[in-house]
């Protein structure tokens, strides 16, 4: 299994965040590097609880699908989803808020295990990790700027 963490500060309410994080229509806009595109289920406004969302997006030169239901729900606080069908053995990704300061701290915690045996473990560690990485730190960045405008 592999796990990545990221913190992002965002100067708005945490409902704000909460609710910009799950909203699909925003995560097309913050995603189009990728070409990302709800495809089925859920595909625009906020997403809720065992809702699901197919997603297509071209990453590392690849058109892929990726569906994700949502199992967990608090709001303002939390919401998980999970992988239902796609290319990982196992993919949640949980999406934590808290009030800090007058502003918000959005943590994510995306954790996934590859298929693949040894192969698949070579090409997260040399590529995939990153490339996940980058990719959530450059939606966190879309986040940070819309609700701070």
Excluded: C
């Amino acid at each position: 299994m592999t796990t990545i963490t990221l913190k992002t500060r965002i100067n708005a309410p945490v409902e704000e965040v909460f609710d910009l994080s799950r909203n699909i229509s925003f995560h097309q806009k913050s995603a189009s590097q990728t070409n990302e595109t709800a495809l089925y289920g859920k595909t625009s406004g906020l997403i809720n609880y065992g809702e699901s969302v197919t997603w297509r997006g071209k990453h590392l030169g690849i058109y892929l699908k990726h569906t994700s239901k949502i199992t967990t729900f608090e709001r303002p606080l939390k919401f998980i989803d999970v992988m239902t069908n796609a290319h990982f053995t196992y993919f949640a990704h949980q999406h934590l808020f808290e009030t800090s300061e007058g502003g918000t701290i959005m943590k994510d915690i995306l954790t996934y295990k590859v298929p693949f045996g040894l192969l698949g473990r070579v090409f997260n560690n040399l590529i995939l990790k990153k490339h996940l990485t980058k990719f959530l730190k450059q939606r966190n960045f879309k986040l940070k700027e819309e609700l701070e405008k």
